[in-house]
T-cell receptor, first 113, second 111 residues
Framework: ETGVTQTPRHLVMGMTNKKSLKCEQHLGHNAMYWYKQSAKKPLELMFVYNFKEQTENNSVPSRFSPECPNSSHLFLHLHTLQPEDSALYLC????????????FGEGSRLTVL | GQNIDQPTEMTATEGAIVQINCTYQTSGFNGLFWYQQHAGEAPTFLSYNVLDGLEEKGRFSSFLSRSKGYSYLLLKELQMKDSASYLCAVPMDTGRRALTFGSGTRLQVQP
């Protein structure tokens, strides 16, 4: 148990569906992140939020829409995805101060048909 | 820009010692992280080095040479449960909080 909870753990969706991934952290951190992990590729940063404000959008297509209503919750809204978007989506959190260590959730395994 | 290189796969025997290397290029150094990730699970923090030298933590040690842009993770007395991917990471450009990760080294421990 890392203190970062992601739901759902597995998601299968068609290209015309709309779905959302949810992340909740119980660590009192004030920065939250979305990373994408595809097979045989490094973890790719997607979005960063600091104190609910988006501070990083790593050239992510608009079919991925993040939302951060407060410092403990982070969502990734998905619509009209492509099969190549199938991947493991990892949420992480960190403290604003300190080493910058990231605490990861278990991930949401997304399959786009 | 930033670049991190690690071997893709390694195999070692239970009870042995294995060294996983990582070379990196970054414009402003602010520490280096090692994470462990078992298949289907979250990456978990192993170590953080910001100064040159060896940091020991039980069976795991991590070494850093900033002048060479080089780090390694040393795993001693290997156990079957050490079979996992090991990810090397550095903070993104100075002032940014996120980490840039290498592709990871998948370690297979054999009996």
């Amino acid at each position: 148990e890392t203190g970062v909870t992601q739901t759902p753990r597995h998601l299968v969706m068609g290209m015309t569906n709309k779905k959302s991934l949810k992340c909740e952290q119980h660590l009192g951190h004030n920065a939250m992140y979305w990373y994408k992990q595809s097979a045989k590729k490094p973890l790719e940063l997607m979005f960063v939020y600091n104190f609910k404000e988006q501070t990083e959008n790593n050239s992510v297509p608009s079919r991925f829409s993040p939302e951060c209503p407060n410092s403990s919750h982070l969502f990734l809204h998905l619509h009209t995805l492509q099969p190549e978007d199938s991947a493991l989506y990892l949420c992480a959190s960190s403290q604003e101060t300190g080493t910058g260590e990231l605490f990861f959730g278990e991930g949401s395994r997304l399959t786009v048909l | 820009g930033q670049n991190i290189d690690q071997p893709t796969e390694m195999t070692a025997t239970e009870g042995a010692i294995v060294q996983i290397n990582c070379t990196y290029q970054t414009s402003g150094f602010n520490g280096l992280f090692w994470y462990q990730q078992h298949a289907g699970e979250a990456p978990t923090f192993l170590s953080y080095n910001v100064l040159d030298g060896l940091e020991e933590k039980g069976r795991f040690s991590s070494f850093l040479s900033r002048s060479k842009g080089y780090s390694y993770l040393l795993l001693k007395e290997l156990q079957m449960k050490d079979s996992a991917s090991y990810l090397c990471a550095v903070p993104m450009d100075t002032g940014r909080r996120a980490l840039t990760f290498g592709s990871g080294t998948r370690l297979q421990v054999q009996p």
